[in-house]
């Protein structure tokens, strides 16, 4: 019998998936104390330095979004309407907007079915002469399979531009995501492994001619006048330059004191990612012996962030659906789990922008029948059991009608 509404636990996802500890929290109220700005100041250049080194890409800038970091990397991209952009359809909205308001025309790939993450031979299918650039997706924590993709890329001159707004930390052979595309863009938003209070991004560069201009498009083409000036004053602020010829700057700045409090998460992203495997590791084991349910199949060489839990679930065995599993986790159990991304090509949005007459087999049939767990950093081991066992229970259930 389940457990009485009152008694049982309410699992659910969190609005801010990684809290900061105490010296985290101290360093904000001394940064609005002592800085001598609170914006473009030292935090910033510092934050930008160390996620550099991190990653280990050429530069990185601090911005305020991954959405604006994506804007940037589709203008440094030079993209315009008689362009293609080859992308996954199962991803979250901002993956593509950046891109689609060049002009471009969008090419939605398939997805791999075990990966559910594009792959080279997917995009391979979607080239045509008027390929420009692909947007590679690490979704969920798990880096895509970048060697073929590059490859592909380097044989079409392509631009490769990595979407790691859910896989910071996240590793491929060696390298963190981040440092092998062209361009990739990174989110620090709440609900991700970690956060600039509430807002933020990354945006990362292969090539530092590419950071120095992606400055000049940063804070609306201001830039320092060359050398001293004999009147300092005519004007005051500097000089306005353009980053990018026929691109408008943007303002995508981030502050002094989300830049401080990123400094300090960055440095135990390490930790926070290595305690969301094992909490992963925990379920995926107790629900081995489950095959209604199939977790993200994790390659060799892939060293998984873990931003999500999700699974594809088979009811074929059964005798109820994805949705009827998800009804009683969350009735009987107080587990909301959630489904999430909806093919953009099913939504409203694209379909206004004609894109509504595309479908894509394996992106279909995963976002039919696949379901998100509850997932935080730090989440108590009885809660995970309890989810496990919930879990386990509930498809025991649909089994047998």
Excluded at 26 to 44: D, L
Aim: glycine residues 6%; contains cysteine; hydrophobic residues 40%.
């Amino acid at each position: 019998m389940p457990e009485s509404v009152s008694s049982r636990p309410q699992v659910d996802f969190p609005a801010v998936q990684t809290r900061l500890n105490a010296e985290e929290e101290a360093v904000v109220m001394e940064t609005i104390r002592n800085s001598p700005t609170w914006s473009q100041g030292e935090q910033q250049r510092a934050f930008e330095q160390e996620f550099t080194r991190y990653v280990g890409c050429a530069d990185s800038l601090a911005v305020s979004s991954c959405t604006s970091a994506l804007e940037m990397a589709a203008a440094l991209c030079g993209l315009g309407p008689e362009d293609e952009v080859i992308l996954p359809a199962h991803t979250f909205v901002s993956s593509a907007v950046p891109f689609a308001r060049t002009g471009a025309r969008l090419v939605f790939c398939d997805i791999d079915p075990a990966t559910r993450l594009l792959s080279a031979e997917h995009v391979e299918s979607c080239l045509t002469g008027r390929t420009k650039a692909i947007v590679v997706v690490h979704l969920y924590g798990l880096p895509a399979d970048m060697d073929p993709i590059l490859r592909l890329a380097r044989e079409h001159g392509l631009k490769v531009v990595e979407d790691v707004a859910q896989a910071p930390g996240a590793v491929y052979k060696g390298r963190r995501t981040g440092s092998m595309g062209d361009f990739a863009a990174f989110s620090f938003h709440n609900q991700k492994n970690i956060s600039t209070l509430g807002e933020g991004g990354m945006l990362t560069v292969s090539d530092p001619d590419e950071g120095e201009r992606a400055r000049k498009l940063r804070w609306m083409g201001n830039w320092p006048f060359a050398g001293d000036r004999e009147r300092y004053w005519v004007p005051a602020m500097g000089n306005l330059v353009s980053g990018m010829k026929g691109v408008w700057p943007f303002n995508f700045c981030l502050s002094e004191v989300q830049c401080a409090v990123g400094r300090r998460l960055l440095r135990r992203l390490d930790a926070i990612n290595a305690r969301r495997r094992d909490q992963a590791d925990l379920i995926r084991n107790a629900l081995a012996d489950v095959p209604e349910l199939s977790f993200q199949r994790v390659p060799d060489g892939h060293l998984h962030a873990y931003h999500l839990l999700v699974a594809h679930f088979d009811s074929s065995p059964t005798r109820g659906t994805r949705d009827d599993l998800i009804q009683l986790l969350h009735r009987d159990c107080g587990i909301k789990c959630i489904v999430q991304y909806w093919p953009l090509y099913r939504s409203e949005l694209f379909r206004s922008f004609g894109y509504g007459n595309i479908r894509l087999p394996n992106t279909d049939t995963f976002f039919d029948n696949m379901i998100s767990f509850p997932f935080w950093s730090d989440m108590p081991e009885e809660t995970l059991r309890y989810m496990a066992d919930s879990v386990r229970s509930a498809v025991q259930r649909l089994r047998t009608g």
